[in-house]
């Protein structure tokens, strides 16, 4: 096993996060227009809000963590190699989430809009 410096709970955290937001598109993608199931309405209501702002908040963690060291080093080229790295995931995103939602017509994607508040992020790194 490799010996890494990723925090495992952050991952779980994240992967139950990403669950509860499919959970959540697929219940209004799929059943748009259709009589509700009152106990899996109520179930599948628990994560609506919850998942997208756990998500959220642990990317802001995961970036506050990408760029501590370097915070305290104060290299010039580790933080502009840093901003990089967040412009490049922030165009991933972008990028996927148009896919997403232009060539498969999935209109629950928010995947672009994290991709434009990562760059803004960008601006806020360091300052």
Not at 35 to 51: C, D
Request: proline share 0%; with cysteine.
């Amino acid at each position: 096993m490799r010996d890494s410096n990723r925090i495992q709970g952050f991952d779980v955290a994240r992967a139950f996060a990403i669950m509860g937001m499919m959970l959540v598109n697929y219940k209004i993608v799929f059943t748009y227009g259709i009589k509700k199931h009152m106990l899996l309405s109520g179930f599948l209501g628990v994560f609506e809000g919850r998942a997208v702002a756990v998500f959220i908040i642990l990317a802001g963690i995961g970036i506050g963590l990408m760029t501590k060291k370097s915070y305290f080093s104060g290299s010039l080229e580790v933080r502009k190699q840093i901003r990089i790295t967040v412009l490049k995931r922030a165009l991933f995103l972008f990028v996927l989430g148009q896919i997403l939602y232009a060539g498969f017509g999935w209109s629950a994607d928010i995947l672009h809009y994290y991709g434009v508040f990562m760059v803004m992020i960008c601006f806020f790194i360091y300052d």
